[in-house]
Protein backbone atom coordinates (compact mmCIF):
# COMPACT_ATOMS: atom_id res chain seq x y z
CA UNK A 1 0.00 0.00 0.00
CA UNK A 2 2.33 2.82 -1.11
CA UNK A 3 -0.18 4.97 -1.89
CA UNK A 4 -1.83 4.93 1.72
CA UNK A 5 -0.82 6.44 5.14
CA UNK A 6 -1.49 4.78 8.07
CA UNK A 7 -3.78 6.07 10.84
CA UNK A 8 -5.85 4.83 13.91
CA UNK A 9 -8.90 4.72 11.48
CA UNK A 10 -6.63 2.60 9.39
CA UNK A 11 -5.61 2.85 6.01
CA UNK A 12 -5.91 6.20 4.03
CA UNK A 13 -5.99 6.26 0.29
CA UNK A 14 -3.82 9.46 -0.36
CA UNK A 15 -4.26 9.41 -4.43
CA UNK A 16 -6.93 11.68 -5.67
CA UNK A 17 -8.28 11.45 -9.22
CA UNK A 18 -9.07 13.42 -11.56
CA UNK A 19 -9.99 13.95 -15.44
CA UNK A 20 -5.91 13.68 -16.18
CA UNK A 21 -5.71 10.74 -13.90
CA UNK A 22 -3.94 9.92 -10.69
CA UNK A 23 -2.82 13.06 -9.05
CA UNK A 24 -0.69 13.32 -5.58
CA UNK A 25 -2.63 14.65 -2.91
CA UNK A 26 -0.12 16.45 -1.27
CA UNK A 27 0.94 18.22 -4.73
CA UNK A 28 -3.19 18.80 -5.61
CA UNK A 29 -3.22 20.81 -2.34
CA UNK A 30 -0.03 22.49 -2.17
CA UNK A 31 -1.71 24.20 -5.50
CA UNK A 32 -4.51 25.33 -4.10
CA UNK A 33 -2.64 26.44 -1.17
CA UNK A 34 -0.84 28.37 -3.30
CA UNK A 35 -3.59 29.74 -5.47
CA UNK A 36 -5.13 31.04 -2.21
CA UNK A 37 -2.03 32.42 -0.91
CA UNK A 38 -1.83 34.36 -4.05
CA UNK A 39 -5.19 35.94 -3.99
CA UNK A 40 -5.53 36.62 -0.33
CA UNK A 41 -1.67 38.31 -0.91
CA UNK A 42 -3.13 40.47 -3.39
CA UNK A 43 -6.30 41.26 -1.60
CA UNK A 44 -4.46 42.06 1.81
CA UNK A 45 -2.31 44.63 -0.09
CA UNK A 46 -5.00 46.31 -2.03
CA UNK A 47 -7.13 46.56 1.08
CA UNK A 48 -4.13 48.01 3.32
CA UNK A 49 -3.37 51.62 3.50
CA UNK A 50 -1.50 52.30 6.41
CA UNK A 51 1.78 49.79 6.05
CA UNK A 52 3.42 51.61 3.89
CA UNK A 53 3.00 55.39 5.32
CA UNK A 54 4.61 54.76 8.65
CA UNK A 55 7.73 53.26 9.97
CA UNK A 56 7.70 49.45 9.82
CA UNK A 57 9.91 47.12 11.46
CA UNK A 58 10.47 42.85 11.11
CA UNK A 59 10.52 41.37 14.37
CA UNK A 60 12.69 38.40 14.90
CA UNK A 61 13.17 36.42 18.09
CA UNK A 62 11.85 38.36 20.41
CA UNK A 63 8.37 40.36 21.31
CA UNK A 64 9.07 43.55 21.21
CA UNK A 65 10.91 46.02 19.38
CA UNK A 66 13.03 49.67 20.37
CA UNK A 67 12.66 52.65 18.08
CA UNK A 68 15.14 55.36 18.67
CA UNK A 69 14.36 58.85 17.66
CA UNK A 70 16.76 62.09 18.75
CA UNK A 71 16.20 65.94 19.51
CA UNK A 72 17.73 68.97 17.93
CA UNK A 73 21.24 69.81 18.08
CA UNK A 74 22.81 73.59 18.63
CA UNK A 75 25.18 75.27 16.66
CA UNK A 76 28.05 77.32 18.84
CA UNK A 77 31.14 79.56 18.09
CA UNK A 78 34.48 77.76 18.26
CA UNK A 79 37.10 78.87 21.17
CA UNK A 80 40.51 78.92 19.66
CA UNK A 81 43.07 76.25 21.29
CA UNK A 82 39.71 74.35 22.38
CA UNK A 83 39.40 70.70 21.27
CA UNK A 84 36.18 69.87 19.64
CA UNK A 85 35.03 66.67 21.51
CA UNK A 86 31.71 66.09 20.31
CA UNK A 87 29.54 67.02 23.28
CA UNK A 88 26.57 68.77 21.86
CA UNK A 89 25.33 65.07 21.18
CA UNK A 90 21.62 65.17 20.60
CA UNK A 91 18.62 64.29 23.54
CA UNK A 92 17.65 60.57 22.67
CA UNK A 93 14.52 59.07 23.37
CA UNK A 94 13.53 55.28 22.91
CA UNK A 95 10.39 53.69 22.42
CA UNK A 96 9.40 49.77 22.84
CA UNK A 97 6.67 48.78 20.82
CA UNK A 98 5.08 45.15 21.13
CA UNK A 99 3.81 42.73 18.83
CA UNK A 100 -0.15 41.90 19.85
CA UNK A 101 -1.33 38.91 19.85
CA UNK A 102 -1.59 36.55 16.37
CA UNK A 103 -4.73 37.91 14.56
CA UNK A 104 -6.14 35.23 12.20
CA UNK A 105 -9.56 35.13 10.19
CA UNK A 106 -10.72 31.85 9.19
CA UNK A 107 -12.95 30.11 7.22
CA UNK A 108 -14.14 26.00 6.39
CA UNK A 109 -14.93 25.10 3.33
CA UNK A 110 -16.98 21.90 3.08
CA UNK A 111 -15.52 19.14 0.58
CA UNK A 112 -12.50 20.78 -0.61
CA UNK A 113 -11.65 19.10 -3.45
CA UNK A 114 -14.71 20.26 -5.28
CA UNK A 115 -15.46 23.13 -3.58
CA UNK A 116 -11.36 25.10 -3.89
CA UNK A 117 -11.80 23.64 -7.48
CA UNK A 118 -14.18 26.30 -8.11
CA UNK A 119 -12.60 29.22 -8.43
CA UNK A 120 -15.05 31.90 -8.03
CA UNK A 121 -15.75 30.82 -4.82
CA UNK A 122 -11.90 29.93 -4.07
CA UNK A 123 -11.38 33.92 -4.80
CA UNK A 124 -14.04 35.13 -2.91
CA UNK A 125 -12.78 33.11 0.24
CA UNK A 126 -9.28 34.24 -0.21
CA UNK A 127 -10.53 38.30 -0.89
CA UNK A 128 -12.59 38.02 2.09
CA UNK A 129 -9.68 36.63 4.93
CA UNK A 130 -6.95 39.36 3.29
CA UNK A 131 -9.55 42.06 3.40
CA UNK A 132 -10.54 41.17 7.27
CA UNK A 133 -6.98 41.20 8.12
CA UNK A 134 -6.20 44.74 6.27
CA UNK A 135 -9.02 46.07 8.08
CA UNK A 136 -7.79 44.78 11.64
CA UNK A 137 -3.94 46.22 11.15
CA UNK A 138 -5.43 49.90 9.63
CA UNK A 139 -7.74 50.11 12.59
CA UNK A 140 -5.07 49.70 14.88
CA UNK A 141 -2.69 52.01 13.14
CA UNK A 142 -4.78 54.81 12.53
CA UNK A 143 -6.32 55.16 16.42
CA UNK A 144 -2.62 55.00 17.45
CA UNK A 145 -1.47 57.78 15.26
CA UNK A 146 -4.52 60.15 16.61
CA UNK A 147 -3.46 59.07 20.16
CA UNK A 148 -0.35 60.38 18.86
CA UNK A 149 -1.55 63.65 17.75
CA UNK A 150 -2.85 64.24 21.78
CA UNK A 151 0.97 63.05 22.91
CA UNK A 152 3.74 65.60 24.30
CA UNK A 153 6.47 64.62 22.59
CA UNK A 154 9.06 62.50 25.36
CA UNK A 155 12.24 64.33 24.86
CA UNK A 156 12.31 67.58 26.77
CA UNK A 157 15.81 67.75 27.35
CA UNK A 158 17.79 71.28 25.69
CA UNK A 159 17.59 72.36 23.11
CA UNK A 160 13.97 71.16 23.51
CA UNK A 161 11.37 70.58 24.62
CA UNK A 162 10.35 68.68 21.10
CA UNK A 163 7.18 69.64 20.07
CA UNK A 164 4.27 67.44 20.40
CA UNK A 165 1.19 66.58 18.90
CA UNK A 166 -1.61 68.86 17.06
CA UNK A 167 -5.35 68.97 17.02
CA UNK A 168 -6.85 70.66 13.87
CA UNK A 169 -10.95 71.97 14.53
CA UNK A 170 -12.60 71.85 11.41
CA UNK A 171 -15.83 72.83 14.02
CA UNK A 172 -18.89 71.47 14.68
CA UNK A 173 -20.88 70.31 11.76
CA UNK A 174 -18.18 70.63 9.38
CA UNK A 175 -17.08 67.07 9.37
CA UNK A 176 -17.77 67.30 5.59
CA UNK A 177 -17.24 70.74 4.88
CA UNK A 178 -15.12 71.04 1.56
CA UNK A 179 -13.68 74.56 2.88
CA UNK A 180 -12.88 73.98 6.40
CA UNK A 181 -10.96 70.70 5.00
CA UNK A 182 -8.71 72.24 2.56
CA UNK A 183 -8.56 74.81 5.13
CA UNK A 184 -7.35 71.79 7.96
CA UNK A 185 -5.04 71.07 5.23
CA UNK A 186 -3.10 73.92 4.63
CA UNK A 187 -3.01 74.59 8.37
CA UNK A 188 -1.19 71.26 9.06
CA UNK A 189 1.02 71.80 6.34
CA UNK A 190 2.20 74.97 7.98
CA UNK A 191 2.28 73.06 11.13
CA UNK A 192 4.20 70.12 9.84
CA UNK A 193 6.90 72.83 8.56
CA UNK A 194 7.10 74.75 11.78
CA UNK A 195 8.16 71.90 13.56
CA UNK A 196 10.74 71.18 11.12
CA UNK A 197 9.51 67.69 9.47
CA UNK A 198 10.35 66.34 6.23
CA UNK A 199 7.96 67.72 3.70
CA UNK A 200 7.89 63.77 2.04
CA UNK A 201 5.92 61.46 3.82
CA UNK A 202 3.25 63.44 4.57
CA UNK A 203 -0.42 61.46 4.21
CA UNK A 204 -4.08 62.35 5.22
CA UNK A 205 -6.79 59.68 5.34
CA UNK A 206 -10.58 61.08 5.65
CA UNK A 207 -13.49 59.19 5.93
CA UNK A 208 -15.27 58.09 2.00
CA UNK A 209 -17.58 61.19 2.47
CA UNK A 210 -15.00 63.40 3.41
CA UNK A 211 -13.19 62.59 0.04
CA UNK A 212 -16.10 62.61 -1.89
CA UNK A 213 -16.92 66.24 -0.56
CA UNK A 214 -13.85 67.68 -1.87
CA UNK A 215 -14.58 66.33 -4.78
CA UNK A 216 -17.95 67.34 -5.15
CA UNK A 217 -18.42 70.85 -3.35
CA UNK A 218 -16.93 72.88 -6.60
CA UNK A 219 -19.16 76.23 -5.90
CA UNK A 220 -16.76 77.51 -2.95
CA UNK A 221 -13.76 76.97 -5.92
CA UNK A 222 -12.07 74.55 -3.85
CA UNK A 223 -10.92 72.21 -6.56
CA UNK A 224 -9.04 74.71 -8.61
CA UNK A 225 -7.72 77.32 -5.54
CA UNK A 226 -3.85 77.30 -5.44
CA UNK A 227 -3.19 73.86 -6.35
CA UNK A 228 -4.37 73.10 -9.81
CA UNK A 229 -7.43 72.64 -12.01
CA UNK A 230 -6.17 69.08 -12.54
CA UNK A 231 -7.74 67.41 -9.82
CA UNK A 232 -10.81 65.89 -8.70
CA UNK A 233 -12.99 63.98 -11.53
CA UNK A 234 -16.95 64.91 -11.07
CA UNK A 235 -17.59 62.00 -13.42
CA UNK A 236 -15.40 59.40 -11.70
CA UNK A 237 -15.34 60.33 -8.29
CA UNK A 238 -11.73 60.27 -8.28
CA UNK A 239 -8.20 61.88 -9.27
CA UNK A 240 -7.69 64.20 -5.86
CA UNK A 241 -4.53 62.92 -5.17
CA UNK A 242 -3.00 65.93 -2.41
CA UNK A 243 -3.47 69.01 -1.02
CA UNK A 244 -0.47 70.71 0.23
CA UNK A 245 2.16 68.62 -0.57
CA UNK A 246 0.00 66.19 1.48
CA UNK A 247 -1.40 62.85 -0.09
CA UNK A 248 -4.75 62.14 0.70
CA UNK A 249 -6.44 58.38 1.18
CA UNK A 250 -9.63 57.52 1.92
CA UNK A 251 -10.42 54.65 4.69
CA UNK A 252 -13.71 53.74 6.64
CA UNK A 253 -11.23 52.40 9.24
CA UNK A 254 -10.79 55.40 10.97
CA UNK A 255 -11.84 56.01 14.63
CA UNK A 256 -14.63 58.04 12.64
CA UNK A 257 -16.75 59.62 15.24
CA UNK A 258 -16.64 56.50 16.78
CA UNK A 259 -16.85 57.62 20.65
CA UNK A 260 -14.69 55.06 23.05
CA UNK A 261 -12.97 52.46 21.57
CA UNK A 262 -12.52 50.03 24.37
CA UNK A 263 -9.30 47.52 24.69
CA UNK A 264 -9.28 44.25 23.39
CA UNK A 265 -7.84 40.97 24.77
CA UNK A 266 -4.76 40.22 22.98
CA UNK A 267 -3.64 43.74 22.66
CA UNK A 268 -0.33 44.53 24.40
CA UNK A 269 -0.44 48.00 23.09
CA UNK A 270 -2.88 50.52 23.77
CA UNK A 271 -5.03 51.20 21.19
CA UNK A 272 -7.90 52.68 23.04
CA UNK A 273 -9.71 56.12 23.97
CA UNK A 274 -12.33 58.31 23.45
CA UNK A 275 -13.17 59.04 19.48
CA UNK A 276 -16.31 61.01 19.54
CA UNK A 277 -15.04 64.48 17.76
CA UNK A 278 -12.13 62.63 15.76
CA UNK A 279 -12.71 63.24 11.57
CA UNK A 280 -9.73 62.12 10.30
CA UNK A 281 -5.74 62.06 10.26
CA UNK A 282 -2.59 64.13 8.50
CA UNK A 283 0.49 62.65 9.85
CA UNK A 284 3.82 62.16 8.73
CA UNK A 285 5.35 58.75 8.48
CA UNK A 286 7.57 58.99 11.83
CA UNK A 287 4.39 59.44 13.32
CA UNK A 288 3.73 55.84 14.53
CA UNK A 289 5.81 52.56 14.34
CA UNK A 290 4.71 48.91 13.30
CA UNK A 291 6.55 45.99 14.25
CA UNK A 292 5.60 42.65 12.58
CA UNK A 293 6.71 39.06 13.61
CA UNK A 294 4.08 36.99 10.84
CA UNK A 295 2.69 39.22 8.52
CA UNK A 296 0.76 38.30 6.55
CA UNK A 297 0.42 34.40 6.04
CA UNK A 298 -1.53 31.52 4.78
CA UNK A 299 -2.38 27.72 6.29
CA UNK A 300 -4.88 24.92 4.88
CA UNK A 301 -5.44 21.69 7.08
CA UNK A 302 -4.57 18.70 5.08
CA UNK A 303 -4.28 14.83 5.45
CA UNK A 304 -6.46 13.09 7.87
CA UNK A 305 -7.94 16.51 8.84
CA UNK A 306 -8.99 17.17 5.45
CA UNK A 307 -10.70 12.98 5.18
CA UNK A 308 -12.40 13.15 8.81
CA UNK A 309 -14.30 16.35 8.41
CA UNK A 310 -14.27 16.20 4.27
CA UNK A 311 -13.33 19.70 4.10
CA UNK A 312 -10.47 21.87 4.89
CA UNK A 313 -9.80 25.22 7.31
CA UNK A 314 -8.15 28.10 5.53
CA UNK A 315 -6.70 30.53 7.80
CA UNK A 316 -5.06 33.67 7.18
CA UNK A 317 -2.92 35.45 10.21
CA UNK A 318 -0.37 38.24 10.94
CA UNK A 319 1.30 39.13 13.82
CA UNK A 320 1.69 42.71 14.60
CA UNK A 321 1.56 45.42 16.78
CA UNK A 322 1.92 49.55 16.77
CA UNK A 323 3.12 52.38 18.80
CA UNK A 324 3.40 55.95 18.52
CA UNK A 325 6.83 57.40 17.99
CA UNK A 326 7.40 61.13 17.09
CA UNK A 327 4.33 62.79 18.17
CA UNK A 328 5.34 65.89 16.88
CA UNK A 329 4.41 64.53 13.18
CA UNK A 330 0.59 63.20 14.25
CA UNK A 331 -2.36 66.05 13.73
CA UNK A 332 -5.86 64.99 14.23
CA UNK A 333 -8.78 66.58 12.89
CA UNK A 334 -11.73 66.69 15.31
CA UNK A 335 -15.36 68.43 14.89
CA UNK A 336 -15.06 70.22 18.14
CA UNK A 337 -12.44 70.80 20.85
CA UNK A 338 -12.59 67.72 23.02
Same mark, same amino acid.
Given at each position: ??????????????????????????????????????? =?????????????????????????????????????????????????????????????????????????????????????????????????????????????????????????????????? =???????????????????????????????????????????? =??????????????????????????????????????????????????????????????????????????????????????????????????????????????? =??????????????
Amino acid at each position: MANATQSVLGALNKAVSNTAGSQAYDTKYATYLKLFSGE =LFKAYESATIARDTVQRRTLKNGKSLQFIFTGRMQAAYHTPGEPILGSGDPPVAEKTIQCDDLLISSAFVYDLDETLAHYSLRGEISKKIGHALAEAYDKKVFRTIALAAREAHPITASPGPEPGGTTIE =LGVTKEYNAQALVDAFFEAAAVLDEKNLPKTGRTAVLNPRQYYA =LVSQVSSNILNRDYGNNQGNLTSGEGLVEIAGISIKRSNNLPFLAGTVNSQSGENNSYNGDFSTHCGLIYQRDAAGIVEAIGPQVQVTGGDVSVLYQGDVLVGRLAMGCGT =LNPAGAIELTSARS
